[in-house]
């Protein structure tokens, strides 16, 4: 085949022009034009760790993100420090809250601005998921939270009698909805995040038996998913004082998935970031670890997680200066240091190693 064909170029160059004329500009790009705006933005989670195994810097805008797990594993307070982040970057955020039980107070708590928050609690799954794509084609909100899809009822369901059958009408319902939200998503650039609910399928004696709700429609559109499970306490004076939790990347279209973080969420804070920074500190090699005590810069920190995790709380400096370094090592070659601040990734990038679990 002859790729210098005059006529064949000249017949592509009008099919462009044709597809751009009727679909608009930059609806078709050439992958090999200079700054083609292929590279996703992202909006950080609340958690240095989780930013870091997800290879992009948080959770990426014009696409579909489902977060998952048990009960009181962490879910809703990871989708509000997504939220509060987007209203750090100047961003608006919505919160369909299907089940009726959003705490607005915890919500200021872990730092949402209420003044940049819509809220909705539909009645239906319909109204519930009309609401978000009137939202979204808006293209005034940044990221939307629909908590959760376990809570989005038919409007049939709920008209109906109790005991009454109603096999594949959720499954339905988000399937339709996601075919008619994940291209409007993706030119609005919105973040739209579903929290779904773990549940045990029946008569599995082989494999994993658990399963998400909403049937198989959300796994396929979602270009990210993470699993969140508590694997512990955290012991306080004379009770829990929090959990820790373990995210893990089970779906990435955009960096390497699979990945693993861990970080802690304490009661009435919120995920901690300053136990993310010794986590990372000490696994690559930032902060020196001898037994229970913790060592910076040859200088001692403290004796115990806890009592460092304080000091850094109460030292913003040097909470900031050990952040720095350990964001230096993660970042790929010749980014922008503005770039990773702002909560903008660029094009994903192999991360080291050493601090970012695998199974």
Not at 62 to 84: D, F, Q
């Amino acid at each position: 085949m002859n790729d210098n064909d005059p006529g064949r170029e000249k017949a592509l160059s009008g099919a462009i022009s044709q597809i751009e004329r009727q679909f608009g500009k930059g609806s078709i790009i050439r992958m090999g034009d200079e700054n083609p705006q292929l590279s996703v933005e992202s909006i950080p989670t609340g958690s240095l760790t989780l930013d870091l195994a997800l290879g992009i810097g948080g959770v990426p805008r014009g696409r579909v993100v489902e977060i998952y797990g048990n009960e009181s594993s962490g879910k809703t307070t990871l989708a509000k420090h997504i939220v509060a982040e987007a209203q750090k970057l100047g961003g608006m955020a919505a919160f369909i809250d299907a089940e009726h039980a959003l705490d607005i107070r915890y919500a200021r708590a872990l730092g949402v601005d209420m003044d940049k928050l819509l809220i909705h609690q539909p009645d239906t799954g319909e109204q519930a998921l009309d609401v978000a794509e009137i939202l979204v084609r808006s293209g005034g909100v940044d990221v939307i939270v629909i908590d959760s899809v376990a809570a989005l009822v038919p409007r049939a369901e709920i008209e109906g009698e109790m005991g009454d059958s109603h096999v594949g009408l959720q499954a339905r319902l988000m399937s339709q909805a996601l075919r008619k939200l994940t291209s409007v998503i993706n030119r609005s650039r919105t973040c739209l995040i579903f929290i779904n609910q773990i549940r045990q399928k029946i008569g599995v004696m082989y494999g994993n038996p658990e399963t998400t709700t909403g049937g198989l429609a959300l796994k396929f559109y979602s270009s990210v998913r993470i699993e969140v499970r508590r694997i512990g306490n955290i012991k306080g004076d004379d009770a829990s004082a929090g959990i820790q939790v373990r995210g893990t990347v089970k779906k990435n279209k955009l960096a390497a998935p699979f990945r693993e973080a861990q970080f802690d969420i304490i009661y009435g804070e919120g995920i901690s970031k300053e136990s993310d920074l010794i986590e990372l500190g000490v696994n690559n090699g930032i902060i020196e670890k001898s037994g229970t005590w913790f060592s910076y810069n040859d200088e001692r920190l403290g004796q115990g997680r806890e009592n460092v995790r304080q000091l850094l709380r109460e030292q913003g400096d040097l909470a900031g200066e050990i952040e720095e370094k350990v964001r230096a090592i993660f970042a790929p070659p010749g980014q922008d240091e503005s770039v990773e601040n702002n909560g903008v990734a660029g094009k994903p990038a192999a991360r080291p190693e050493p601090s970012v679990k695998r199974r």
